[in-house]
């Protein structure tokens, strides 16, 4: 039986992180050196809690999937990153984003992680700075801040529309002086098959070479997975293709429980689906709500005559705009959190309001922006946003209104740790996205950046060495263990049973078979009988697959359908543990809205008396059904209250 533990230090909310690095164990130097760390994933968590642990003198092995670390999806954010700097004088704090990042969550983080997330926020744009971070600034030099949703202060650093990229060059640099400095190995085209159990603990990983399709060994004394979201599920999502929840999967296997994995994002601006070919779908940042604002016709007839090529939405007088979001939310706008919008652009939608070629889309209008501030300010504050929307869409921004719609964007749920980023298994470490820790049942904008830069920047570095100070005098393995042994064998034997299978069927169109039943019955709304329709629907996607998809080529070298494979196989498993989580939690809360579980005016509605915990999965084997723990929250700084945006 699993115990939950998750290792909250005691003391007052804002002294708890203080007194916990007042009296961790720590490791001294020469013993530092006797120490390794593997860490799998090497975006802005991964690359950043490597950098860090080369320069407190571990060794350390980075692994990536890219062929290099600047390829990692965090390059992909776009709009900013949050700190409680409170430049511009709003009225910010430690305490405001704390309470914003709880309320936005719906009331299903846990307390203390959160607070610890904001009260390091701060150094985080310190240390970014002081590596060129080129962040934007004001005419007189300060750096400048924008609004997200969710909040009312402007608290988000950004460099124009390409803040992760930025972020990520950083972190990059970073690593790269340590690998330069050979206190960082870095493996590039390795990709995480397996998770070596030593005695209970974790001590190494299993990888295959992505380009000769060998499997390698490695031994670590701990292990971290930074390895992002596993929203690519849905196949369609605003992830990169290469996206997957693989790691995380090996390590629920292993003993890792995996914790509210039905908490997925869905983000409410990002390009409509425009085919039925179509392999993902591109985001269009939260920033652009700052300056734009969303709309769709009043009159049916006007929607009709738009989606019918009749009428432009240029067309569409003033008078007959409905600006939704700031009719439903007077004191939030266009800024709510991006569950609350794009429930709203689903249900105008499905009232039949919904514009472009399928009815799936609403408007987000730069018009009144630009007659204030000129089109200069907006070219300078999106030009890149703009560019990319027009190369996608073939419609100039700055002249019509963008059409946006609700995609799979981000996955709160995650693998469970606890204070200190460890799981269930001891030795094994979990950072960023790949994690459930900070966001409950909705992230608000800019929070991913802070998370993945906080973890391995500012609590990692201190937490890991509480673990490894009671395993200086561990001898590093040789990979010839039996533990070892068998974990490669257990991987090859997996590979090669895949491409046995030799069936009909190809592995994208299984993968879009699991995505259109995700979407449809896992997705923005959910209820019962559909849940209950999903799971037996993937159950038999599962049965499929293993029996009649077709894997082109051998094991013996670089192999894109075998990778594809084994990633998907793992999709199908989280879609069965996301429906059945989704089953299981009967009340609306954030991104996962069951529609049996709604207020009188549409909103989520939560039953905090049964479901204020977070839901724990703990791995049973093969065809069986997993078991559910719960890990209640106390809410003592945060009253819990139904959310009100109004």
């Not at 909310?13 to 390794?36: E, F, G």
């Not at 995480?192 to 060994?217: E, F, S």
């Not at 049964?610 to 084997?621: K, L």
């Amino acid at each position: 039986m699993v115990k939950i533990d998750a290792k909250i230090p005691q003391g007052p909310m804002a002294q708890k992180w203080t007194n916990y690095k007042a009296h961790q164990k720590l490791v001294n130097p020469s013993n530092k050196r006797k120490l390794d760390i593997i860490v799998v994933g090497t975006g802005l968590a991964g690359a950043s809690a490597a950098a860090s642990f080369g320069e407190m003198g571990f060794n350390v092995k980075a692994f990536t999937i890219q062929d290099s670390p600047r390829r990692a999806h965090s390059i992909a954010a776009q709009g900013g990153i949050n700190a409680a700097k409170n430049y511009p004088n709003d009225g910010d704090s430690v305490y405001r984003l704390f309470y914003d990042t709880v309320k936005g969550g719906d009331y299903r983080a846990r307390e203390a992680n959160v607070y610890r997330l904001a009260e390091v926020s701060n150094s985080i744009i310190d240390q970014c700075v002081a590596q060129g971070v080129p962040f934007a600034r004001e005419y007189g030099g300060l750096l400048d801040n924008r609004s997200f949703g969710g909040a009312q202060v402007s608290r988000t650093f950004y460099a124009k529309g390409q803040t992760g990229q930025q972020l990520l060059l950083g972190a990059y640099q970073a690593l790269m002086r340590q690998v330069e400095k050979k206190t960082v190995t870095l493996y590039t085209r390795n990709e995480l098959v397996n998770i070596v159990m030593v005695d209970g603990k974790a001590r190494g990983i299993i990888t295959r070479d992505l380009i000769t399709g060998k499997t390698q060994r490695h031994f670590g004394h701990a292990v971290v997975l930074a390895t992002g979201g596993y929203g690519n599920t849905f196949f369609l999502s605003t992830n990169a293709m290469g996206s997957n929840g693989s790691a995380a999967l090996q390590a629920y296997k292993k003993g890792a429980m995996f914790a509210n994995p039905c908490f997925a994002q869905i983000h409410p601006t990002c390009i409509p689906v425009h085919g039925e070919f179509q392999s993902k779908l591109t985001l269009m940042s939260e920033s652009l709500r700052n300056d734009g604002r969303i709309w769709v016709p009043k009159k049916k007839e006007d929607a009709e005559a738009i989606r019918a090529g009749k009428l432009k939405p240029t067309q569409i007088a003033e008078a007959d705009r409905d600006y939704y979001l700031e009719r439903r939310y007077p004191a939030f706008g266009n800024l709510v959190p991006r569950d609350v919008a794009s429930r709203a652009a689903k249900e105008r939608c499905d009232a039949g309001y919904g514009v472009g070629n399928t009815g799936l889309a609403v408007y987000l209008d730069f018009k009144e922006s630009i007659e204030r501030l000129g089109e200069d300010t907006i070219r300078a504050r999106y030009g890149n946003l703009f560019q990319m929307y027009e190369k996608i869409v073939d419609d100039n921004p700055y002249d019509t209104p963008m059409m946006i719609y609700p995609a799979i964007h981000y996955t709160m749920g995650g693998i469970w740790v606890d204070y200190e980023l460890q799981t269930s298994v001891p030795g094994l470490f979990c950072a960023g996205e790949a994690n459930f820790s900070d966001h409950g049942a909705n992230r608000l904008g800019a929070s991913a950046l802070m998370q993945g830069l906080a973890d391995g920047y500012f609590v990692l570095p201190y937490t890991i060495q509480n673990y490894l100070a009671d395993d200086i005098a561990t001898p590093r393995m040789t990979g010839e263990e039996k533990e070892f042994i068998e974990a490669e064998k257990e991987s090859q034997d997996r590979l090669n049973q895949l491409l046995s299978i030799n069936g009909q069927r190809s592995v994208d169109s299984l993968h879009k078979e699991l995505g259109l039943v995700m979407w449809d019955f896992v997705g923005m709304g959910r209820n019962k009988e559909g849940l209950e329709n999903a799971i037996e629907k993937i159950r038999a996607i599962k049965k499929e697959f293993w029996s009649n998809v077709r894997i082109p080529g051998s094991n013996d070298g670089m192999n894109v359908e075998l990778e594809k494979a084994n990633r998907v196989a793992d999709f199908i498993e989280i879609g069965e543990l996301m429906a059945l989580d989704a089953l299981a939690r009967e009340e609306s809360c954030g991104g996962h809205f069951r529609e049996e579980h709604q207020t009188p005016e549409g909103e989520a509605l939560r039953h905090d008396e049964q479901y204020a915990y977070v839901s724990c999965w703990e791995y049973q084997g093969t065809d069986k059904e997993p078991v559910k723990h719960e890990e209640k929250l106390d809410f003592i700084e945060v009253p819990l209250v139904q959310r009100n945006y109004k």
